[in-house]
């Protein structure tokens, strides 16, 4: 099988399994992969996630925002166009409407690094992009500004969008972001949650990127 159906098929397992997780329900969010320093191929728009082939996924060029072929790529193609072209080191991008990342975004409230494995995975904090209208190239850079030195964000009154190396970090950061913010939430009620120390936190996340990872990765090959 080429990379390209690989990538295509990649695509697919990743909505199937964020349907299972309840991240997203019919057509909503959206999931890509960057194929090369040109293109990208990223989600239908309209089309829900259990009903996808390999043919469906859509190849833009994220440089232009330009796709191939007659199907039309997600409504919010620039959000990923924005993230390739800023994120050399970034390979896949999925946004979300997760239930408990969805009512953190609704409250607007940046969430602070509260759990090991969320500043380990994520950063040292998860910004909230401003509201602004969804497909547009303001919101595109408004999440790109504030995933800088982060692989998640929430986006005001909309989602999260949630990016890694490979489709399945990009997973396993989604699933993380739902378990820091259910704690937020519940610690609401606790009389707030205490975050880890900001220089602490930084370096957790910089570990995880420059060792943990890289030695996940060798493990495998193993």
């Known amino acids: 099988m080429e990379i390209i159906d690989q990538l295509r098929l990649g695509i697919i397992e990743i909505g199937i399994k964020l349907l299972t997780e309840g991240f997203v329900a019919r057509s909503w969010g959206n999931i890509s992969a960057r194929l090369d320093d040109t293109y990208m191929l990223i989600t239908p728009s309209g089309r829900t996630y259990d009903d996808l082939s390999v043919e469906d996924i859509v190849m833009v060029n994220y440089h232009n925002s330009r796709h191939e072929g007659q199907i039309e790529p997600s409504s919010e193609k620039e959000v990923h166009c924005e993230i390739y072209r800023k994120r050399k080191t970034i390979n896949a991008v999925i946004h979300t409407h997760q239930m408990n ?122």
């Open 101 to 222: 990342a969805s009512t953190v975004a609704t409250a607007r409230r940046e969430v602070p690094a509260i759990i090991d494995d969320q500043a380990q995975i994520i950063g040292p904090s998860v910004r909230v992009a401003p509201y602004t209208l969804a497909g547009t190239k303001r919101i595109a850079k408004r999440v790109e500004r504030a995933l800088r030195g982060r692989n998640a964000a929430l986006m005001a009154n909309h989602g999260a969008v949630c990016i890694g190396r490979d489709l399945e970090e990009a997973f396993v950061v989604c699933q993380v972001l739902e378990k820091t913010c259910k704690a937020f939430i519940e610690a609401e009620f606790l009389g707030g949650a205490k975050s880890i120390n900001k220089f602490q936190a930084a370096l957790m996340h910089r570990y995880y990127i420059r060792n943990y990872s890289a030695k996940a990765n060798k493990n495998k090959l193993l």
